[in-house]
């Protein structure tokens, strides 16, 4: 059974970082593929960021590609994600995701392309 939980959340004035972590456990090869969501007030849960945990190889959501950094340190099976330059906009619920592979590019961002999901950390970004 794998198990994911978030922390890192918080508060922060725009401008600043915050760097969000995902604790995983369970079975490593059942989540090869692991993620970043977040949902923002009034608006559907989207993807924000994902790697492939063998190869490193990532993606990101066009509105955080340059100010977030999503990486996975394999020793302490934790996902994280750097978050710079912050932005009121990027206040939400971020969850972190996993799957056994890494969806194709067209359909990376989709929920239902994910198996597992943490509860979510709450990030507010004041102006």
């Known amino acids: 059974q794998v198990k994911l939980v978030e922390s890192g959340g918080g508060s922060v004035q725009a401008g600043g970082s915050l760097r969000l972590s995902c604790a995983a456990s369970g079975d490593t090869k059942t989540r090869s593929c692991m993620g970043w969501f977040r949902q923002r007030p009034g608006k559907e849960r989207e993807g924000v960021a994902n790697i492939y945990t063998p190869t490193s190889y990532t993606i990101y959501a066009t509105s955080v590609k340059g100010r977030f950094t999503i990486f996975y340190d394999n020793h302490k099976s934790t996902l994280y994600l750097q978050r710079n330059s912050l932005k009121p906009e990027d206040t939400g619920m971020y969850y972190c995701?996993?799957?056994?592979?890494?969806?194709?590019?067209?359909?990376?961002?989709?929920?239902?392309?994910?198996?597992?999901w943490g509860q979510g950390t709450q990030v507010t970004v004041s102006s």
């Open positions: 995701v996993g799957r056994i592979w890494c969806p194709n590019a067209d359909r990376w961002a989709r929920p239902s392309e994910y198996n597992y």
